[in-house]
């Protein structure tokens, strides 16, 4: 009689795209502010909730809230949440949720064209801090949305990002886009003013004149735009400044421009009302 060997199961091509699945329709939402505005703008994304002693009192509605939708969470010790959040800067609490969707830029391109529309595009900045930094401004800013690279994830941003946007992610639109160059080209196409900041411009942001709706789009601190993306700006602009540094961090050239931005708008509102 032969041995009956033991019974080995192979994970399928099935099971394997459900747990694809399954991750792209989870985030892990960390830092307080981050967690606390996903919370209070959309509770029904929440799916699980971890959190450490000295935040369970301030987590007391979202708590209640778990309860009554019957979902997990749970009290962790520092190390745990540490694992769960794949990182140290938690603040103590960490929430999975369910993902924005991170539209293509085909979206914004195809859609209404906001009178005064402000949008960010972002040539290379990959740099989740930066591009956290980065949401973060156009939130504050009534930005119409963000132009990222295609960065495989669901969200178009990564957990680190979305806890440096302070609550930003909840504000702005995401858009990706595989070919920036095209992007430009096919939002200029439908009336958008593309300025790009480049350090080497002959033209200073306080000179130029600039229309809305306007595209903002801003390369990584190491190469700048790339060539191809220039040549699809209306025009080139540089933040003049006096000191011995070189240049900016993007996310601080970001909300100077954004700032600059804003209050031509805002002025052209009011110029126009008076008429």
């Known amino acids: 009689m032969k041995n009956k060997q033991p019974k080995t199961f192979k994970k399928t091509h099935s099971d394997r795209d459900r747990a694809k699945h399954k991750k792209q329709e ?14 209070k703008k ?44 794949s990182g140290t800067h938690h603040e103590g609490v960490v929430m999975v949720v369910r993902p924005f ?36 401004s156009c939130a504050y800013f009534a930005a119409k949305g963000l ?50 900041a480049d350090l080497s411009a002959k033209k200073s942001l306080s000179s130029a004149k600039i229309t809305f709706p306007t595209v903002l789009v801003f390369g990584n601190e190491q190469k700048g735009l790339s060539d191809r993306v220039k ?6 602009v540089n933040i003049p400044g006096k000191g011995d540094v070189q240049s900016l961090n993007v996310s601080v050239a970001v909300g100077i421009m954004l700032a600059d931005l804003d209050q031509r708008r805002n002025s052209d509102k009011k110029h126009k009302k008076t008429k």
Request: charged share 25%.
């Open 42 to 85: 959309r509770p029904e994304s929440l799916l699980r909730l971890f959190f450490s002693r000295n935040r369970t009192t301030e987590l007391k509605a979202v708590k209640a809230w778990c309860m009554e939708k019957k979902l997990p969470f749970r009290q962790l010790d520092q190390e745990s949440l540490n694992k769960v959040a």
């Open 231 to 236: 040549r699809r700006c209306n025009t080139l």
């Open 26 to 39: 989870e985030f892990t939402l960390y830092g307080w502010n981050a967690c606390m505005s996903a919370f």
């Open 147 to 196: 132009i990222v690279p295609n960065a495989g994830t669901v969200a178009g941003i990564t957990p680190s990002a979305a806890r440096m946007a302070e609550g930003g992610w909840e504000s702005i639109p995401i858009y990706s886009s595989n070919d920036l160059s095209s992007s430009l080209r096919d939002l200029r196409e439908r009336g958008w003013y593309v300025v790009g």
């Open 101 to 136: 969707p991170c539209d293509s830029v085909y979206k914004l391109i195809r859609g209404s064209i906001p009178k005064n529309g402000l949008v960010v595009a972002l040539d290379g900045v990959e740099n989740p801090h930066n591009q956290g930094a980065i949401l973060r």
